[in-house]
């Protein structure tokens, strides 16, 4: 599957943004995977932010809980982030993945098996 993301930009501390997403692949295949948003910052790990289940069961690293929103258009094979309050510290590229395993609920890169080119959110102060 491919996945191409969009809406990354560069916005001032407390603007907001919206990702998305796109799979390239049938709507049934799209229905069974696990979706999730990474980031990765220069000189840092990438780390996961959110996941969502195929029937909508979200999942959320603490520090973007009540700020991000992940959610999915399976009839479009979209998934969204809806980042709101943004700081500086969220500042990095963000990549969209795709994940068959049950493990999806850890957010941990290994578990996720496909990637996409990532783009790239910057938050100034």
């Known amino acids: 599957v491919q996945l191409v993301e969009s809406g990354g930009g560069s916005v001032q501390s407390g603007g907001s943004l919206r990702l998305s997403c796109v799979a390239s692949?049938?709507?049934?295949?799209?229905?069974?995977?696990?979706m999730g948003w990474f980031r990765q910052a220069p000189g840092k790990e990438r780390e996961g932010v959110a996941a969502?289940?195929?029937?909508?069961?979200?999942r959320y690293r603490t520090s973007v809980k009540d700020r991000f929103t992940i959610s999915q258009d399976n009839a479009k094979n979209t998934l969204y982030l809806q980042m709101d309050t943004l700081t500086p510290e969220d500042t990095a590229m963000y990549y969209c993945?795709?994940?068959?395993?049950?493990?999806?609920?850890?957010?941990?890169?290994?578990?996720?098996?496909?990637w996409g080119q990532g783009t790239q959110v910057t938050v100034s102060s």
């Open positions: 993945a795709a994940s068959t395993r049950s493990q999806w609920w850890y957010l941990l890169p290994q578990d996720f098996e496909y």
């Open positions: 692949t049938s709507r049934y295949t799209y229905s069974t995977y696990s």
């Open positions: 969502i289940r195929s029937d909508g069961y979200t």
